[in-house]
């Protein structure tokens, strides 16, 4: 079975700074999705991200981008240009692409609360 | 908006009663997925219905089942409630292997 690990339970970060969330996997899969979820307040899950493991080029999304480490099998995310709004709970989430079962549930982190200093 | 919608958004119900969530899902997406939010387990998959039948189950507790119907909402129902089924549940849909949209979830409190 798939896990998913994040290690920094809360984490901080000045207005118009630059963070960076960390994420590691354990797969004995070779192709897969990987997902950053934020989940503000209003407890919306919202799509950040997606890097598919057979691309080698890591996923950029304005001012969200990834460091996909495939051999380590790590998946931080990096915000830059930090706002208030960005102030949320992010959750890495792991999918299989294997057609097999013809389910793709998705495998959640623990989460990192991150906050927006201004 | 996500597009995928979720009744009751909250709901305050007594321990051992019986207590049925709803789920709407994107247009044209045949799958729903339920998955669980609470404090100490986290987000956790529960099951999985694509196009009425049932394709995979999680760690969904025998008290609970859900549906899914000709068109095409969910619905998951939880029984003889427990504390411990406080939680946020969550339905996602998608289509085939496509990207899940969640719905805002159900908040359950259970007393």
Not at chain 1, 62 to 82: E, G, M, P
Not at chain 1, 100 to 107: E, I, P
Not at chain 2, 62 to 81: C, I, K, T
Request: one cysteine or more; aromatic letters at 12%.
């Amino acid at each position: 079975a798939q896990t998913v690990t994040q290690s920094q339970p809360e984490m901080s970060v000045q207005e118009a700074e630059t963070v960076t969330l960390s994420c590691t996997y354990d797969t004995s899969e070779s192709d897969y999705y990987l997902f950053w979820y934020k989940q503000p307040p209003s407890r919306q899950m919202i799509l950040v991200i997606r890097q598919e493991a057979y691309k080698q080029q890591n996923a950029t999304e304005n001012r969200f981008s990834v460091n996909f480490q495939k051999a380590a099998k790590s998946f931080s995310l990096k915000i830059s240009d930090s706002q208030l709004g960005d102030a949320a709970m992010y959750f890495c989430a792991y999918r299989s692409s294997m057609a097999g079962a013809g389910s793709y549930q998705l495998t959640f982190g623990k989460g990192t609360k991150l906050s927006v200093i201004p | 908006d996500s597009g995928v919608t979720q009744t009751p958004k909250h709901l305050i119900t007594a321990t051992g009663q019986r207590v049925t969530l709803r789920c709407s899902p994107r247009s044209g997406d045949l799958s729903v997925y339920w998955y669980q939010q609470s404090l100490d387990q986290g987000l956790q998959f529960l099951i999985h219905y694509y196009n009425g039948e049932e394709r995979a189950k999680g760690n969904i507790l025998e008290r609970f089942s859900a549906q899914q119907f000709p068109d095409l909402h969910s619905e998951l129902n939880l029984s003889s409630l427990e504390l411990g089924d406080s939680a946020l549940y969550f339905c996602a849909s998608s289509s085939d292997i496509g990207e899940a949209f969640f719905g805002q979830g159900t908040r359950l409190t259970v007393v």
